[in-house]
């Protein structure tokens, strides 16, 4: 989509500014329309037309925070690649204002399904960004053919928004390089690689198959009768 230009971005940069402000200081639940225009200095009816809800403005805030989002690491390293990842999400986790506007925006997903879809969407992107880095490691002979690179990225990031966010403990630079070896282990230990269907018989195999072990199972039987 063609990002507006002139006085239209300025007022989406001011309204989404604003909205990323309520929702620190307020949370999801607290964030009104009327005081998001207020703030930004723009019409009511300007801000209703264009965002009509507050899911709808939290939805654009996160597609804009993904445009912002810094690009993937590329050391030619899976194991530098995966510390910047992690020391990423690090970042943008304890950052006041970034990492209050994350856990407004996760609470409001349990409860709002356009919140919920806004949020499946900036990780999506930011989790695909990633995942070329894991792709490359691969194309390197780093980590095992068919490995799951969207899952290792997840791997790095779920330990840290684990104790952010369920038993608030506290997250830090140790923590972080921690989730990434850990994760790095496990892709190297082939636990990402994308599992492999059972390989299918050619035709009328299974038949002789199933019918091999049908006579097998009648035979048994026969002698079990005759031992009778």
């Known amino acids: 989509m063609q990002r507006p230009g002139g006085r239209t971005?300025?007022?989406?940069?001011?309204?989404?500014?604003?909205?990323?402000?309520?929702?620190?200081?307020?949370?999801?639940?607290?964030?009104?329309?009327?005081?998001?225009?207020?703030?930004?200095?723009?019409?009511?009816?300007t801000v209703y037309r264009r965002w009509g809800s507050p899911s709808g403005l939290v939805a654009d805030l996160m597609?804009?925070?993904?445009?912002?989002?810094?690009?993937?690491?590329?050391?030619?390293?899976?194991?530098?690649?995966?510390?910047?990842?992690?020391?990423?999400?690090?970042?943008a986790v304890t950052d006041r204002r970034l990492g209050a506007t994350f856990q407004a925006v996760i609470a409001a997903a349990t409860c709002d399904e356009e919140a919920a879809a806004?949020?499946?969407?900036?990780?999506?992107?930011?989790v695909a960004e990633w995942a070329r880095a894991v792709e490359r490691a691969v194309e390197r002979g780093e980590l095992?053919?068919?490995?799951?690179?969207?899952?290792?990225?997840?791997?790095?990031?779920?330990?840290?928004?684990?104790?952010?966010?369920?038993?608030?403990e506290p997250v830090d630079e140790n923590v972080a390089v921690r989730s990434a070896l850990q994760a790095l282990a496990a892709a190297r230990a082939g636990a990402f690689v994308r599992a492999v269907p059972p390989p299918v018989a050619p035709s009328g195999e299974g038949e002789r198959s199933r019918s091999g072990r049908a006579q097998n199972v009648t035979t048994a039987d026969q002698g079990s009768e005759m031992r009778g």
């Open 63 to 91: 597609t804009e925070l993904a445009e912002q989002s810094s690009p993937h690491a590329d050391t030619g390293s899976v194991e530098a690649d995966l510390r910047a990842n992690a020391a990423s999400v690090l970042g």
């Open 9 to 45: 971005a300025r007022v989406r940069e001011a309204v989404l500014a604003a909205t990323q402000d309520e929702l620190v200081e307020r949370g999801f639940h607290g964030l009104a329309m009327d005081q998001v225009a207020a703030r930004a200095g723009v019409g009511k009816t």
């Open 118 to 126: 806004a949020l499946r969407a900036f990780y999506g992107r930011r």
């Open 144 to 168: 095992p053919e068919g490995t799951d690179a969207a899952e290792v990225v997840r791997a790095v990031s779920a330990p840290l928004y684990y104790r952010l966010l369920v038993t608030k």
